[in-house]
């Protein structure tokens, strides 16, 4: 199955953590990966997750569950310019290259 | 910058007419991808290249046409557009040779059909 899911819309206060959540099936599975989309731009690669455990980097982390079909985004000491949508991929197909999104979490953020 | 271009970045044209985006590329990446973005939908592949004449088809194909003739170049055609293909098409390129996933997206096309 192709099927990534995440949640439509979060909010968060300027400074504060907050934690993106993308599930998806697990059948085919090899590596997921993270966008950040600004409104009106194009999206922008953020991170990639091939091994269970969290990736960080700078502010940002991500985290992967392999066996629970489960990865996190992690946006720390969060600034307004992280306002954005954030979009989960998967590579599925008999090559792995088609790549596949999620239809992304928009988070805004409060001062 | 990965050195990729879309054209037109605009296109107002009406039902039934052909229409044709072009995604160009200047550094001999082998994939290349074609999605659309619609509010409420998130970004659907269309089509995508993994070499020259070699393309397949993504979640929402039907409608479209896709041709790499070039490394450089990959054309997105509408034989007879729709209401409904009304859009932002984004092209993309896949820079790292083992990550396929790792994508550099164009600026967008934003098509209207009336």
């Known amino acids: 199955g192709q099927n990534i899911d995440q949640p439509t819309e979060m909010t968060a206060t300027e400074g504060a953590i907050v934690q993106i959540n993308c599930t998806y099936q697990?059948?085919?599975?090899?590596?997921l990966f993270w966008y950040q989309q600004h409104a009106g731009e194009a999206p922008t690669f953020l991170s990639y997750n091939v091994l269970d455990g969290l990736e960080e980097k700078g502010r940002f982390s991500s985290f992967l569950s392999r066996s629970k079909g489960y990865s996190y985004l992690l946006l720390k000491e969060l600034q307004m310019k992280d306002s954005a949508s954030y979009l989960c991929?998967?590579?599925?197909?008999?090559?792995?290259?088609?790549?596949?999104f999620g239809k992304g979490t928009r988070l805004h953020i409060l001062p | 910058d990965a050195g990729i271009t879309q054209s037109p970045r605009h296109k107002v044209t009406e039902t039934g007419t052909p229409v044709t985006l072009r995604c160009h590329q200047t550094?001999?990446?082998?994939?290349m991808y074609w999605y659309r973005q619609d509010p409420g939908h998130g970004l659907r592949l269309i089509h995508y290249?993994?070499?020259?004449?070699?393309?397949d088809k993504g979640e929402v194909s039907d409608g479209y046409s896709v041709s790499r003739s070039k490394t450089e170049d990959f054309l997105l055609t509408l034989e007879s557009a729709t209401s409904s293909q009304t859009s932002v098409y984004f092209c993309a390129i896949s820079v790292d040779r083992t990550n396929t996933g790792e994508l550099f997206f164009g600026e967008g096309s934003r098509l209207t059909v009336l």
């Open positions: 290249s993994y070499g020259v004449k070699d393309t």
């Open positions: 697990t059948s085919g599975f090899n590596g």
């Open positions: 550094e001999n990446h082998r994939y």
């Open positions: 991929a998967g590579p599925f197909g008999n090559r792995d290259d088609k790549i596949i």
